[in-house]
């Protein structure tokens, strides 16, 4: 299975909301509702951030929301903070028992 | 709360084997598959291996199939990944990371695994 496409890159200003889309196939993001995307400082390792597509983890602020539409999964960031500079993957069931990543992007907050 | 803690990394020489551990705590172990996941230096991540909670199944990316295999001891909550055929791209992070229905819901430090001659 590929990886799946996500921007390397993405911007925006304290307060400001900024979208990551995760792009995929028929066969992967298509075909499963098991989108989940996760968030990676410098050094750290991975924190689960949104799962089956829109749902939250206790902990995590409702300013991160997810969305699926066909075969592109986004995640959009409401209300951008300092701390949510950081790498951010999104994951899909790949059928078969197999899981694909995406690409990854990274935030910055100007 | 819930601790997962790997060990056993290293360098190791192309072609050689190495073995991972994953200690876990704070959780009903038996009852959550658990995954591996690598991360080579300042790449992205990628899915390795799963095993169900009680190690009646296990799955391989088609990357690490032949060469790892993981398992794991209910008793002493540990997880393993034994790696055989090590070759450089294998160079990365690993991580150990528990299950919670087709995603990962709390991931391990990692530990480094570096194959080089």
């Known amino acids: 299975h590929s990886a799946l496409t996500q921007p390397p890159s993405a911007s925006g200003s304290p307060g400001q909301s900024v979208t990551i889309s995760c792009t995929g196939t028929s066969s992967d993001i298509g075909a499963y509702n098991y989108v989940s995307w996760y968030q990676q400082h410098p050094g750290q390792a991975p924190k689960l951030m949104i799962y089956?597509?829109?749902k939250r983890p206790s902990g995590v602020p409702d300013r991160f929301s997810g969305s699926k539409s066909g075969n592109t999964a986004s995640l959009t960031v409401s209300g951008l903070q300092a701390e949510d500079e950081a790498d951010y993957y999104c994951c899909s069931d790949a059928g078969n028992n197999n899981f694909v990543f995406g690409t990854g992007t990274k935030v910055t907050v100007l | 709360q819930v601790q997962l803690v790997e060990s056993g990394g290293g360098v190791v020489q192309p072609g050689g084997s190495l073995r991972l551990s994953c200690a876990a705590s704070?959780?009903?172990?038996?009852?959550?598959?658990i995954h591996w996941v690598r991360q080579a230096p300042g790449k992205g991540l990628e899915w390795v291996a799963f095993?169900?909670?009680?190690?009646?199944?296990?799955h391989y990316a088609d990357s690490v199939q032949g060469r790892y295999t993981i398992s794991r001891d209910n008793s002493r909550n540990t997880l393993f990944l034994q790696m055989n055929s090590l070759r450089v791209e294998d160079t990365a992070v690993y991580y150990c990371a528990k299950d919670l229905w087709y995603c990962f819901d709390f991931w391990g430090q990692g530990a480094l695994v570096t194959v080089s001659s």
């Open positions: 704070g959780f009903t172990f038996s009852s959550y598959g």
């Open positions: 095993i169900e909670n009680d190690g009646s199944r296990v």
């Open positions: 089956e597509v829109r």
